[in-house]
């Protein structure tokens, strides 16, 4: 499997998640791990996981699906943590 699509779907999104310090990512890990939404590794790396967990936490936690706005996909990070 290609992870090319994982890179290219949200990519303002992904540029922020990577952005943030390895311990943050992992953090946002291990908190999606706690609300059942993870069960990959958590190693704060980016992939089809990472991008699918907190799509599932913006839509069934905070109502929205529009990870393409700044203001929405730094929200939906800050409140993973």
Known sequence: YSNSTVNDVFPLLRKLYESMPRNKRIAIHNSLTKKRLYSAA????????????????????????????????????????
């Open 42 to 81: 958590i190693d704060g790396v980016w992939g089809r996981n990472t991008l699918i967990s907190i799509g599932r936490f913006a839509a069934e936690v905070l109502n929205t699906i529009n990870l393409k706005s700044p203001e929405n996909c730094r929200l939906v990070l800050d409140e993973i943590l």
